[in-house]
């Protein structure tokens, strides 16, 4: 399809600015996952060369403490009889550990929830709409690509910390992607490196406790503002994710400037986060090939917010 560029958005007036409503139908609940179109997922199949398999969820368990006040999974192990056991997850918040950001998790603060959807509506128990089921029933395979900013950042003295706030330009992602190589497509699912699950995982249990603490969290991510969005949506990528807990760089300079706002409320771009990149990143930069088959099975839960990634690159 021929899609607008982000200064034709928004292509009805009666929608708010910059959103993506209607783009693909007034009744779409998938969002820019519409851009994984059959002939998008074949051709990343080729991409397959070695068979390699990195899979990006964390554990379950990290980060410990769960960050941003979530709660912690409890599991148990239920005996029904001699030698047959089931588990039971309890408490399980899907956006304690790695975890996709569903079209339900964030609206628009002026505007609401992808296509026009209401906080009434999310809020309804007997409403599915924009629930992580229509993800799920569809399925999440594209061509996948990474942008190791860690590694382009050290090759070209950067300093920064992925534990303290830092704001990485378009101009910046462009560069890496330019020193990787890599040229995007229309319907790429962004894989960002920072860096922030290996710093997290260099931290004492004390450092770790004190990240959940008021005030303890800053995170190195995509900066804020009318140039990452025009980036993000004239690329057309079909969802980004990053190893760190927002994708954007976060404090916010004010809540109402979080590019979650666009990207889900407006958009219907999914957002990943806590993907474990580090093992891709070195297989990446062994051979110089920075993209990938990547595929996700995000919960079938019939309106559900959000889910853990189940998320695989295949080289």
């Not at 070209?156 to 704001?167: C, K, L, N």
């Not at 969802?239 to 409320?265: Q, R, Y």
Request: a negative charge.
């Amino acid at each position: 399809m021929n899609l607008p560029n982000f200064d034709e958005l928004p292509i009805k007036p009666e929608h708010p600015p910059r959103s993506a409503w209607g783009v693909f139908g007034e009744d779409d609940e998938i969002g820019m996952l519409n851009l994984l179109t059959p002939e998008r997922v074949a051709a990343a199949a080729t991409l397959v060369k070695t068979g390699e398999v990195f899979p990006m969820s964390w554990e379950l368990e990290k980060p410990h403490p769960p960050l941003f006040n979530r709660s912690a999974l409890r599991h148990t192990i239920h005996r029904r009889r001699q030698n047959v056991f089931d588990d039971i997850y309890n408490d399980f918040n899907t956006q304690s550990s790695s975890q996709w950001d569903g079209l339900r998790h964030y609206g628009h603060r002026q505007h609401g929830f992808y296509n026009g959807v209401t906080e009434e509506q999310i809020a309804n128990p007997a409403n599915s709409i924009n629930g992580i089921h229509n993800w799920a029933r569809r399925g999440i395979a594209g061509r996948g690509v990474l942008i190791d900013f860690r590694r382009f950042a050290d090759a070209h003295g950067i300093e920064y910390s992925p534990g303290v706030r830092y704001g990485i330009t378009p101009e910046q992602l462009l560069a890496a992607a330019a020193w990787q190589g890599v040229k995007f497509q229309t319907g790429d699912i962004l894989l960002l490196r920072v860096g922030w699950i290996e710093w997290y995982d260099s931290l004492t249990e004390e450092q770790q406790i004190a990240l959940t603490q008021p005030g303890g969290m800053q995170i190195a991510g995509l900066t804020q503002g009318e140039d990452s969005l025009r980036f993000l949506w004239d690329n057309h990528f079909a969802a980004v994710c990053s190893d760190n807990p927002s994708f954007e760089a976060n404090p916010f300079p004010k809540e109402d400037e979080a590019l979650h706002d666009t990207i889900i409320g407006l958009w219907g771009m999914p957002i990943g986060e806590m993907f474990t990149l580090d093992a891709l990143a070195t297989a990446c930069a062994s051979d110089k090939r920075y993209e990938c088959f990547f595929t996700a099975a995000p919960l079938n839960k019939l309106g559900g917010v959000a889910s853990p990634p189940n998320a695989m690159a295949i080289r």
